[in-house]
């Protein structure tokens, strides 16, 4: 079973942007390029989010928010999606489909399943990153001193969404 918005994001899109802050794995294109992406598409003036899949994300909801959504296996309990490290990546040049197995069943389903309430949980937490950067407060607000969005902020705070 392979989950058609699994992907990989090329190495040549980490070398393209290597100002970007507060990145996973920084300075390691090859461990970047190998990390599993689930594409989202969300009503947020065509750009396209890939969030990252860590081992280790821990609680999805913290006391300050919701960072992400758990995708836990039996080899990774603690696994989930992570939404403060969601990248922009309209090119899909830099796109790398799963074309094989790369995940456990057990992922890829609860990816699948769960794919409206991610998208829905990532645009709110989209809002409220715009709300919080359009008031200078990014820094200041826990659910977002540790996000990447700030490499965004171009795309972002001209949205319509």
Known sequence: MIDPNCCFIRAEYFEAHPDFKKMLDIGDTAKQSRRTYVYVRVE????DFYLPLRNNLGRDV??????????????????????RYAL???????????????????????ISDDYDA????????????????????????????ESCLINFDDEILHARG
């Open 44 to 47: 947020f003036d065509g750009n």
């Open 62 to 83: 913290r006391p300050y928010g919701r960072i992400g959504h758990a995708v836990p296996s039996q080899k990774r309990p603690n696994a989930g999606l992570d939404y």
């Open 88 to 110: 922009i990546v309209n090119d899909g040049g830099f796109i790398e489909p799963h074309t094989s197995q790369k995940l456990p069943d057990s992922q890829y389903r609860i």
């Open 118 to 145: 991610i998208k829905q949980e990532f645009l709110e937490y989209l809002r409220k990153y715009k709300k919080a950067a359009l008031k200078h407060r990014v820094q200041r607000e826990p659910l977002f001193r």
